[in-house]
Each structure stands twice: as structure tokens, then as C-alpha cells.
């Protein structure tokens, strides 16, 4: 049962636009919500998180926003740029110390 | 200066063979955690200690062992490994620093195949 979902496997924008890329949840619990930015053969890194208190949160070019009711986040990178191109993760928990729970990923590819 | 690291970053093995994977960290976290990524590119948390104490443990075979002798340490010994144990491990540590945090950040991984 797939409790967080990322629909899209891939998504190809150009370089200076926006990348939208899109997370739905199912469990009503997951009260924080992360984004993982992976490149080939490393680690998932950390990009931006929210809490469910939030609606909003911007890091520089990065902003994520959340819709509780919808149960649905998203993660915007404005302007997009090439090095940007990697795999993005949407991950959610339910409490301090708790498992992240994650989506299947999505690759993004920004063309010069 | 390496966060979270893991050793070794690939290991190919024969079946049957028993193996560990170490993960260390740096950043003086209380929360260690263990994820399998598999062939679907799915990450799932497999276990996590919070100084020194196990405190999840998902559907596992008992065949993983994790063992963490101190809290910047976390091990997994993997016996009498089979096909469908290949996959990525990724270690992770992380700090609540409060209700509604949890960034955990992520060892490079290790890319196990097993023969």
C-alpha cells in the first residue's frame, strides 16, 4: 500500500523555467513532509521540508507547498537550471524519531 | 568531512555468504536508521536505534541483524544471504529538534549483489 505517491516518473523542462514536481499522501498522521534531491550512485540529500502546520515554506529557488486537505505537496524550482537534473524523492513522517515513508522518486531533466 | 558514511560502497557475494555493512556518523545524532532500496527504486525503512536502542523494526527476515555499539554507529549483518537481497542500503542519522522535524540525511549507499 502505497501511502505516499508520485505519479509521474519523469518530467523535462527548460532551463530559466519552473519545474513543478507533484507528492499525494493517503495517511492522515504524516504531519512533516520532506524532499530529497538524488544524484546516480549517492545518497539522497536533503533539499526542503514543511510541517503540517505550514502552507509554505521557500528556500532561495526552492519553494514547497502543502494542501492538507487535498493531502497533496508539491515542490516548485524557480528558475530551473541544468544541474538541478537529478532524481526527486517526496518523503513524509508522522512524529519526531519516525521513519520516513517515500515516494517512488521522479526524474527531472532540465535542458540548456 | 564525510556526514554519514558506509562501508564498503559495493559488495558482490555468493549466496548462502554471510556480510555487514558499518555506517558511521559525525553529526552527533541520537537516531540511526537502516532503508532498502530495491530493484523498483522504492527506499523503505528496514530499522532505525535511537541511542543505542532499537526503536523500529519493520517486517525484516530475521536473517538482518542490525547492531549499533554506540550512537554514532550502526551496523547490518546480513546471514545466509539470498538472490532477492540485492538491492541498495542507504544509513541515515538524524536530530528532532523539535515536534514535526525529522531531516534525516543519507550515507551514499551500498550496492550489494548477491550471486
Known amino acids: 500500500d502505497q501511502q505516499v505517491k508520485q505519479n509521474s516518473p519523469s518530467l523535462s523542462v527548460q532551463e530559466g523555467r519552473i519545474s513543478i514536481l507533484n507528492c499525494d499522501y493517503t495517511n492522515s498522521m504524516f504531519d512533516y513532509f520532506l524532499w530529497y534531491k538524488k544524484y546516480p550512485a549517492e545518497g539522497p540529500t536533503f533539499l526542503i521540508s514543511i510541517s503540517s502546520i505550514k502552507d509554505k515554506n521557500e528556500d532561495g529557488r526552492f519553494t514547497v507547498f502543502l494542501n492538507k486537505s487535498a493531502k497533496h505537496l508539491s515542490l516548485h524550482i524557480v528558475p530551473s537550471q541544468p544541474g538541478d537534473s537529478a532524481v526527486y524523492f517526496c518523503?513524509?513522517?508522522?512524529?519526531?524519531?519516525?521513519?520516513?515513508?517515500f515516494g517512488k522518486g521522479i526524474t527531472l531533466s532540465v535542458r540548456p | 568531512d564525510t556526514a554519514v558514511s558506509q562501508t564498503p560502497k559495493y559488495l558482490v557475494t555468493q549466496m548462502g555468504n554471510d556480510k555487514s555493512i558499518k555506517c558511521e556518523q559525525n553529526l552527533g545524532h541520537d537516531t540511526m536508521y537502516w532503508y532498502k532500496q530495491d530493484s523498483k527504486k522504492f527506499l523503505k525503512i528496514m530499522f532505525s536505534y535511537n541511542n543505542k536502542e532499537l526503536i523500529i523494526n519493520e517486517t525484516v527476515p530475521n536473517r538482518f541483524s542490525p547492531k549499533s555499539p554506540d550512537k554514532a554507529h550502526l551496523n547490518l549483518h546480513i546471514n545466509s544471504l539470498e538472490l532477492g537481497d540485492s538491492a541498495v542500503y542507504f544509513c541515515a542519522s538524524s536530530q528532532p529538534r523539535g515536534p514535526g522535524t525529522n531531516e534525516q540525511f543519507f550515507g551514499p549507499g551500498t550496492r550489494l549483489t548477491v550471486l
Open positions: 518523503a513524509a513522517s508522522a512524529g519526531a524519531n519516525s521513519k520516513l515513508t
